[in-house]
């Protein structure tokens, strides 16, 4: 018997909308868990609405043609509150601009998969806790700029395997430790890790105090 026309176009139909229900959207549920994380006088997250089809037409996101999320623009936007480990499903990120804000709380470990990164600006916020080792899988990430936030701990040693890295800034931060020389870190001018007063460096100059004030 054959099946008629309209039942396969219904049922196209709604296995394309359950698509779209279960994948098409994740990313925008990543988005929306980091709007309800945020505190935003300024009404900038307005058009963030979670029953659109996709997070494509909201304000400060854009994407590539296939729909999936490449930036993310919310620099100097008066936001408050904190980061959510969901920003690390946006696996086509390429540009995390979050600068010039008042956020605080850590950098979940998971900014670590967005293998897409090109540039992770969280420079001046009022960010605590220690830079993620994950950061190490960064492996496209050119800039990454987090200074003048209240970060502690050591740098990754990790962040030396970051072979695309040009600039890095963890200037005014309450880093220890000792500044890595290898790998990216070479090139990186010692003033990008200057008002860090627990911070040694950098390792070739032979310092006596390696790790000494880092407990
Ligand atoms: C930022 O938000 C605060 C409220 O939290 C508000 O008083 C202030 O005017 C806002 N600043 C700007 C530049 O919009
Ligand atoms: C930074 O965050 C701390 C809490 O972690 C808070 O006490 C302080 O007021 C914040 N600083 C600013 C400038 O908002």
């Not at 499903?89 to 850590?106: A, D, P, S, V, W």
């Not at 830079?131 to 962040?159: A, Q």
Request: charged share 15%; glycine share 6%.
């Amino acid at each position: 018997m054959a099946v008629p026309t309209w039942l396969w176009t219904l049922s196209a139909t709604m296995t394309l909308t359950l698509i779209s229900l279960v994948h098409g959207n994740s990313e925008g549920d990543a988005l929306y868990t980091l709007k309800k994380s945020l505190t935003d006088p300024d009404n900038v997250l307005q058009s963030w609405d979670p029953n659109l089809v996709n997070p494509c037409t909201w304000f400060h996101i854009t994407c590539d043609l296939q729909n999936r999320v490449t930036r993310l623009d919310l620099g100097n936007s008066n936001l408050s509150g904190h980061l959510v480990p969901e920003l690390g499903k946006l696996e086509h990120l390429q540009y995390l601009e979050l600068y010039k804000n008042n956020i605080q709380g850590t950098i979940p470990a998971e900014l670590g998969n967005l293998k897409s990164l090109i540039s992770l600006d969280l420079y001046n916020n009022n960010i605590s806790g220690t830079i993620p080792p994950s950061f190490g899988k960064l492996k496209s990430l050119v800039f990454l700029r987090l200074n003048d936030n209240r970060l502690t701990g050591r740098i990754p040693k990790e962040l030396v395997g970051m072979s695309s890295l040009k600039v890095v800034d963890v200037s005014t931060n309450d880093l220890c430790g000792t500044i890595p020389t290898s790998g990216p870190f070479e090139h990186i001018p010692l003033n990008n890790f200057e008002n860090n007063p627990r911070l040694e460096g950098p390792e070739l100059l032979g310092l006596a105090s390696y790790d000494t004030n880092c407990s």
